[in-house]
């Protein structure tokens, strides 16, 4: 995989993403509002960055879909939090990816939404991932 398909995956993730918490934000209830709140500005952050990185590799960034197919109802605020740490875990795959397949700034600012994601799916868990971004190994 090229670095340019590596950012147009990780950017169609963050688009996912930045859907996901939409319906994370509407569930999860008062106690954990400001932390979807900060998760949901952090994907949107990614999702502005990784579009000017796609450009500045020559590719044209992907749009966003008008909606996104999640991977179970989402009733309630349980069932926010385990969405949240599926769209996390989601994102860490794919940031895992671009690791592989990008050098120097690239792969270094990669390698910090990997982490960052896997922080925030390990505290709307509860608990880590060994291997998180590598669904093989988990």
């Known amino acids: 995989m090229s670095a340019l398909d590596a950012a147009r995956a990780a950017l169609s993730a963050e688009h996912a993403a930045v859907y996901g918490y939409g319906v994370v934000g509407g569930q999860i209830g008062d106690a954990r509002r400001a932390e979807a709140r900060a998760a949901y500005d952090?994907?949107?952050?990614?999702?502005?960055?990784?579009?000017?990185?796609?450009?500045?590799?020559?590719?044209?960034?992907?749009?966003?879909?008008?909606?996104?197919?999640?991977?179970?109802?989402?009733?309630?605020?349980?069932?926010?939090?385990?969405?949240?740490?599926?769209?996390?875990?989601?994102?860490?795959?794919?940031?895992?990816?671009?690791?592989?397949?990008?050098?120097?700034?690239?792969?270094?600012?990669?390698?910090?939404?990997?982490?960052?994601?896997?922080?925030?799916a390990a505290r709307w868990r509860g608990a880590d991932v060994t291997f998180p971004g590598l669904a093989e190994r988990a």
């Open 42 to 120: 952090a994907h949107r952050a990614r999702r502005e960055s990784l579009g000017r990185t796609v450009r500045d590799l020559g590719g044209e960034p992907p749009a966003a879909a008008a909606a996104y197919a999640l991977p179970f109802a989402v009733p309630d605020a349980a069932a926010a939090a385990r969405l949240a740490a599926e769209l996390e875990d989601r994102v860490a795959g794919v940031y895992a990816d671009l690791v592989r397949a990008a050098d120097g700034p690239l792969r270094a600012e990669a390698a910090s939404a990997l982490r960052e994601a896997a922080v925030r």
